[in-house]
């Protein structure tokens, strides 16, 4: 298992920019992949962004790429998730996840509340 927690949400206006901040404590040799996933109110979660631990490489979700950007601390277990352009849509729970040795998301922080005000 793996602990995670999140840090680094709040309130910013439209156009503004919020840095997320994930720290991964445990069994940490074996992450695969750190992710980022969203729910809006009365919407289901969805994935935001996802990176894999060896080698950095990552994928996006169409709705915020150009505009967010995670990457990689192996050094402190990090994720980091750099939001710029924020929209009202990006309003949300923000939550961190581990996968370890692909075998899916299975480890989960307790969410970060990302408010963007038009």
């Known amino acids: 298992q793996v602990q995670l927690v999140e840090s680094g949400g709040g309130l910013v206006q439209a156009g503004g920019s919020l840095r997320l901040s994930c720290a991964a404590s445990g069994r940490t040799f074996g992450i695969y992949r750190m992710g980022w996933f969203r729910q809006a109110p009365g919407k289901e979660r969805e994935f935001v962004a996802a990176i894999r631990w060896r080698d950095g490489n990552s994928n996006y979700a169409d709705s915020v790429k150009g505009r967010f950007t995670i990457s990689r601390d192996k050094s402190k277990n990090t994720v980091l998730l750099q939001m710029n352009s924020l929209k009202p849509e990006d309003t949300a729970v923000y939550y961190c996840?581990?996968?370890?040795?692909?075998?899916?998301?299975?480890?989960w922080g307790q969410g970060t509340q990302v408010t963007v005000s038009s």
């Open positions: 996840a581990a996968d370890l040795s692909a075998n899916g998301w299975e480890n």
